[in-house]
């Protein structure tokens, strides 16, 4: 692209002033306050717009700083510039009452849209940022944004790119992000609901652990009590062995149970009694008679009082009263009561075990989990190899810009440095004898030259389109030597400079190195 | 059968889905009641765990309502019978004759001139090849073996040695797939009703019929419902509401009792996604996998995008299969560069 004619029919202090630039270097002259910056604010606005600020902010945007003095409802330009063989013209209204831009082929005069994007196109998709970080230069503003760093990162994946929308790898990275992230709550939700499950169950378990835990101490008691139960009839059954190894004579085995003192026995003492009394003389035989009958009357005594002894008293009966009901549980329910519980335990004891099958079963991954984690995976692997590649991608870019860097500080230093390296932010070191020498380490003018040369290089890695390079009293700090090398790689490789200064010095270095170039005086 | 599992039926299903196991095992003694089958042969696993005693009680008593029927069963894998089952102690009705021993035993059925020869699992896994050497013993007339299992893990078989061992049937459990694998001689039964969202196809039983000429058997489709695997392709037109409708037409035309799990493939509008959840119009789908690819020609795409990012993606991450991990990663990588690029 190369601009051919500005006017500026009334824009800052300029009224109806045509200037006409030429290709290679043109040298604009004025002193301070001839309207050298105005005339660079007036290239960029016909290039981009102007945009208007809002409040307070429009106090001193640069809408009004470059609003006509006179008449400001009148605040337009044109500029005429070729562009692939072709040439356009551009007219502006800047005022807010008839605002417009109009893009028009000269050639064939048909009007192109501003706000479609013909101009952006014929720019080279050109931005403004972009256009102030490369080509437009001035000494307030060399080192170039932060934002330019983020562009070139960006640049990097679109590398060699040929039309066909621009790729935006931080956006399509953040995308990735939020798609992992919806997937991983899936997977959340998808474990969750497996918890659930899983709680539901563990709580079935622990209800019928609890169940089985009450049996069996349901079961320990009956078991205590049925063993008490037998450990007494044991007794019982012994003591009653006991009592007849001593006290059961024959007469205990013939005497039918209920019975105390069999008549058969009062019969037989009777004869004997009878028997003494006939047998024996008189009157030993009474007294042998009375013997025998009180030794009998002992004896039936005595067999009285034991069976009185199992006649229950009435406090034995208040006492069997008020012991406990269950002690006169019959052994026959506490059996069944055994059975049961038996019975209940193991059943339970199954529907746990059951349930503990069916808990393990709940680990097994299913298909769905299995499909979601596949796709996170695929996620992840995708950023990560986006990643990777955009790092290589960069590497390369990098390597471009360096390689474009060096050579030019090469040239403009007259060979003083040779290698200037960038990192990811853009900042710059330069090597030297092998040694890496830190920007803030030279001489300001060198720093300057380091940054026309970044300029340079990334404008020719980002622009399709060359544009012309657009400096505004860039050369205060370059000693004489450097400003010829400088204006040199500039003719040389450079189709359209504009070059804005107060000074004579960079006309005076071109006459004598005989660089041509096209003189404008304001 | 399965008794006592839960099989995912999907959400209008599920909820009841267990008791319908019991049901369709009903129908089973009426069918046995109005044909008056000879014998009824349960191949294992007539309860998903172990089973409990009310349940067993209330086998028993469905069971008692067969009028003419003599029936023989095994445990399974699943119900196998462990050190407390009440397999051990429980008293059937006096034509159900339980084979409890692990080796294998005889039930000899006088009145049917039958000897039904089987083991039991004791074991959740029997590694030995028990069958393949369980020679009869010609005690009856007719001589069914009543075998489960047939995997590595559960009493490996060889069909083909089997069948010299000159049995009339063997009946085998544990598969669920109903298949033959002798014609006539020896069949798998399937499960009854497909008690897992892996059970696909259609369920029933075994119906056969052995004369001195041989025997005779026929699958008979009997499950309620059954699993289905449907692939639904959709293409660029296809939006998430079109697929719903899709579906819904497919599931009122294939039956609506069935569960339906179902497969999206083909190739979508790179710039929609489905909502899998939506997909499902009478809560009857068990499962929906989403398979489909975005529609992108990725070797046009790379072409387009030489020495670029997305060119380089697409070149390092083509040429693997459909189903790969790389594959899925291309889509995702390319969706998410086509979405946000500018312009």
């Not at chain 1, 990777?388 to 003083?416: C, F, H, V």
């Not at chain 2, 009145?111 to 590694?127: L, M």
């Not at chain 2, 809560?283 to 030489?306: C, M, Q, R, S």
Request: glycine share 6%; net charge negative; hydrophobic share 35%.
């Amino acid at each position: 692209m190369q601009i051919n004619e500005l006017l500026l029919k009334n824009f800052g202090k300029f009224h109806d002033r045509q200037i006409n630039l030429e290709e290679g270097i043109n040298l604009i002259h004025g002193e301070n306050e001839s309207g050298k910056s105005t005339i660079h604010t007036f290239i960029k606005g016909m290039l981009f717009g102007i945009e208007r600020g809002r409040g307070r902010a429009a106090q001193n945007d640069t809408f009004s700083i470059y609003e006509p003095w006179d008449n400001p409802n009148y605040y337009s330009g044109t500029l005429k510039f070729a562009s692939g063989g072709k040439h356009f013209r551009i007219e502006r209204n800047f005022d807010k009452y008839s605002k417009k831009a109009e893009l028009v082929c000269i050639e064939d005069g048909e009007v192109l849209s501003v706000e479609d994007g013909d101009l952006r196109m014929l720019l080279g998709e050109m931005n403004v940022d972009r256009y102030e970080n490369t080509v437009s230069m001035s000494q307030r503003n060399a080192q170039m944004g932060e934002s330019m760093a983020m562009e070139l990162k960006n640049y990097a994946t679109n590398y060699y790119t040929s039309g066909n929308g621009e790729i935006d790898l931080n956006g399509a990275l953040e995308q990735l992000k939020g798609r992992k992230k919806v997937l991983e709550n899936e997977i959340r939700m998808e474990m969750s609901r497996k918890q659930q499950k899983r709680e539901k169950l563990e709580q079935e378990v622990s209800f019928i652990w609890r169940d089985v835990h009450h049996l069996e101490e349901e079961l320990d008691r009956v078991e205590e009590e049925l063993e008490y139960r037998a450990g007494k009839e044991e007794e019982k059954r012994k003591e009653r062995q006991l009592e007849g190894e001593h006290g059961k004579g024959v007469m205990d085995e013939i005497r039918p149970e209920k019975w105390r003192i069999h008549p058969m026995e009062i019969l037989i003492f009777a004869l004997v009694i009878v028997t003494a009394v006939l047998i024996l003389s008189r009157p030993w035989n009474y007294l042998v008679a009375i013997v025998l009958f009180l030794a009998f009357g002992l004896y039936v005594w005595n067999r009285m009082k034991v069976g009185k002894k199992q006649v229950k008293t009435e406090p034995e009966i208040i006492l069997e009263e008020i012991t406990q009901e269950e002690e006169k549980v019959p052994i026959e329910k506490l059996r069944w009561e055994k059975a049961h519980i038996t019975e209940e335990l193991k059943e339970k004891t199954i529907q746990y075990d059951n349930l503990g099958e069916q808990l393990a079963e709940l680990d097994e991954i299913n298909e769905q989990s299995r499909e979601y984690e596949m796709k996170r995976q695929a996620v992840q692997m995708a950023a990560e190899h986006l990643e990777q590649l955009s790092g290589a991608m960069r590497g390369y870019l990098k390597r471009d810009l360096n390689e474009k860097a060096s050579a030019i500080i090469r040239e403009i230093t007259g060979g003083k440095y040779t290698k200037l390296v960038t990192d990811e932010k853009l900042h710059v070191s330069l090597v030297t004898d092998e040694k890496l020498v830190e920007i803030e380490q030279v001489s300001r003018g060198t720093v300057e030259q380091i940054y026309l040369a970044l300029r340079m290089a990334v404008g020719e890695l980002l622009c399709e389109e060359e544009m012309p390079v657009i400096l505004d009293d860039v050369f205060a700090y370059y000693d004489e030597e450097r400003m010829l090398q400088t204006l040199k790689w500039l003719k040389a490789h450079k189709k359209q400079v504009l070059l804005f200064t107060c000074q004579k010095r960079e006309e005076q270095v071109m006459k004598e190195a005989g660089i041509a170039y096209h003189k404008i005086e304001l | 059968m399965h008794l006592g599992a839960k099989p995912d039926a999907g959400n209008a299903y599920s909820q009841n889905r267990e008791q319908e196991l019991w049901d369709s095992f009903r129908d089973i003694i009426t069918i046995c009641n109005q044909k008056k089958t000879d014998l009824l042969l349960i191949a294992g696993d007539l309860f998903h765990r172990q089973p409990l005693l009310r349940e067993l009680k209330e086998m028993n008593s469905i069971l008692e309502m067969l009028e003419h029927t003599e029936v023989v069963m095994i445990a399974g894998n699943h119900d196998y019978i462990k050190k407390n089952s009440y397999y051990r102690t429980f008293s059937w009705a006096p034509h159900v004759h339980m084979i409890c021993s692990q080796e294998i035993d005889c039930v000899e059925l006088d009145r049917i001139q039958t000897a039904v020869y089987g083991c039991s699992y004791h074991s959740r896994e029997i590694h030995d090849p028990v069958y393949d050497h369980a020679v009869p013993e010609r005690r009856q007339k007719y001589e069914i073996l009543l075998a489960h299992g047939g995997d590595e893990k559960h009493i490996p078989i060889k069909s083909n040695q089997i069948i010299t061992l000159g049995y009339d049937y063997v009946a085998f459990g544990h598969i669920h797939k109903p298949q033959l694998l002798v014609e006539n001689r020896m069949a798998y039964a399937g499960s009854l009703e497909p008690t897992d969202t892996g059970d696909i196809g259609r369920h029933g039983y075994i119906e056969g019929r052995i004369t001195g000429k041989g025997c005779q058997i026929r699958f008979v489709p009997h499950a309620l419902r059954e699993y289905r695997n449907c692939e639904v392709k959709v293409d660029k037109f296809v939006t998430g509401h079109v697929l719903r409708q899709k579906i819904t037409d497919m599931i009122a035309e294939q039956g609506m009792q069935h569960m339906y799990k179902i497969t999206l493939t083909g190739y979508r509008d790179p710039d929609i996604w489905y909502e899998l959840d939506y997909m499902d119009p009478y809560g009857n789908v068990v499962e929906i996998t989403d398979h489909t690819k975005p529609a992108y020609d990725f070797t046009k795409l790379k072409n387009e995008n030489k020495g670029n990012i997305l060119g380089q993606y697409i070149e390092s991450l083509e040429g693997y299969p459909a189903d790969s991990l790389e594959y899925q990663a291309l889509c995702e990588g390319v969706r998410a560069l086509m979405e946000t690029r500018r312009g």
